[in-house]
């Protein structure tokens, strides 16, 4: 059974920077690409970015795009999510997937696996 925990989240200012994890455990070879969503408050979940087994292809929300940056390190089975420049509107619960495809993109219905999430608030 395939699990994915999250790290990193937390209570950040404007323009801070912070990095979040995710780690894969169980069977880490049945999870291919990875990404990560997000959910606000009263909001439905969005992409935010995405990467492939290789981490040779990557995408990203527009949103986020230029901020954002998703990495991974397959010897430790985790993926990253570096943010910078952090602002309020990027308060969201974040959800780190996993894909049992070589390369996934922004709809949630490409991602099998799903962590529980870890809070980041950007205050104002």
């Known amino acids: 059974q395939v699990q994915l925990v999250e790290s990193g989240g937390g209570l950040v200012q404007t323009g801070d920077s912070l990095r979040l994890s995710c780690a894969v455990s169980?069977?880490?070879?049945?999870?291919?690409?990875m990404g990560w969503f997000r959910q606000a408050p009263g909001k439905e979940r969005e992409f935010v970015a995405t990467?492939?087994?290789?981490?040779?292809?990557?995408y990203y929300a527009d949103s986020v795009k230029d901020r954002f940056t998703i990495s991974r390190d397959n010897a430790k089975s985790t993926v990253y999510l570096d943010m910078y420049s952090l602002k309020p509107e990027d308060t969201a619960v974040y959800y780190c997937?996993?894909?049992?495809?070589?390369?996934?993109?922004?709809?949630?219905?490409?991602?099998?696996?799903w962590g529980q999430g870890t809070q980041v608030t950007v205050s104002s």
């Open positions: 169980g069977r880490p070879f049945s999870v291919y690409a």
């Open positions: 990467i492939s087994w290789s981490g040779g292809s990557t």
């Open positions: 997937a996993g894909s049992s495809v070589v390369v996934a993109r922004s709809e949630e219905y490409e991602y099998d696996y």
